[in-house]
């Protein structure tokens, strides 16, 4: 997959949203962002004389992560509910394909183009899905369910790491399953000048995700079935604030200057073991 893609779009989305099958389905779930700022000071980044763009890893917590999607992984497939081994097999093959779409893909990535990771869902659920995404964001607002990479910027070839887990479980209601995915993302980005860098923190932004995705099959009734957002909620580490605040991804080295005071160190930014950070707010 081509990550070196630049394009011109317009401004993402970003809201909170209940999702959920209002008229025959008992059934609520909540989509959350959380925002969290946490610009280019964090001390686990700094402090690095020089930034080697053919290793631009070198030195942060995604060091030693897998490229792409490989570090996101998921237990043996076991009978679940209705859903034998096979089938939660597959929601977990879907699962992968929905975060490719939303934070590797081209097309969402550099045209903000939403169509990719649309497609994957349920045909009942796009529409409000579609709404939610199309938002002007609001002020301190990122977009949860996508990555966009800012105009004029663009990732390096090496590509984005993660690590993360997958697990499946089962819910109080018949034929549905729910796939938990907690992982973290980092992007590392092009620049012309490494030597004005002060360290790994200024090029690599971490994006933090919490989600969760219902899947429903067999119910008796055409409506619903398919791929639906439950829940997300997400953070990012070491990114360009402004940016961030309309609902894209930049490097660090974009800010004009340190964040105001945070949780910017915190464990759950880069180790999907621990909650998503609270909410920290950049100084510009």
């Known amino acids: 997959m081509d990550l070196m893609e630049p394009e011109q779009a317009r401004r993402p989305p970003k809201r ?73 097999a597959a929601a977990y093959a879907k699962v992968r394909q929905v975060i490719t779409a939303a934070r590797l893909d081209p097309a969402v990535l550099y045209r903000h183009d939403p169509q990719p990771f649309l497609a994957l869902f349920a045909m009942d659920a796009r529409p409000a899905l579609s709404a939610d995404l199309t938002q002007k964001p609001s002020k301190g607002g990122v977009a949860s369910h996508l990555t966009k990479i800012a105009d004029g910027h663009r990732l390096l070839g090496q590509g984005p790491r993660s690590s993360g887990t997958l697990t499946a479980r089962a819910t109080d209601w018949p034929n549905q399953l729910v796939i938990d995915a907690q992982f973290a993302i980092a992007y590392a980005f092009d620049t012309a000048h490494p030597e004005q860098l002060r360290g790994p923190g200024d090029l690599v932004s971490f994006l933090r995700v919490d989600e969760s995705f219902l899947i429903r099959r067999d119910t008796g009734m055409s409506y619903g079935n398919g791929l639906w957002p439950f829940h997300t909620e997400s953070a990012l580490s070491s990114a360009g604030c402004a940016a961030a605040e309309d609902g894209f991804l930049a490097p660090g080295y974009t800010n004009d200057g340190d964040p105001g005071p945070g949780d910017q160190d915190a464990p759950g930014y880069y180790d999907p073991n621990h909650p998503v950070p609270t909410a920290h707010r950049c100084r510009t």
């Open 16 to 88: 909170r949203r209940w999702w959920g099958f209002v008229a025959f389905l008992a059934i609520l779930a909540v989509t959350t962002t959380l925002v969290v700022f946490a610009g280019r000071s964090s001390s686990r980044l700094s402090g690095v004389t020089a930034v080697d763009l053919a290793h631009p890893y070198a030195h942060t917590p995604a060091d030693t992560w897998r490229t792409g999607l490989d570090g996101i992984t998921s237990p043996a497939a076991v009978d679940i509910g209705s859903f034998k081994a096979d089938a939660v």
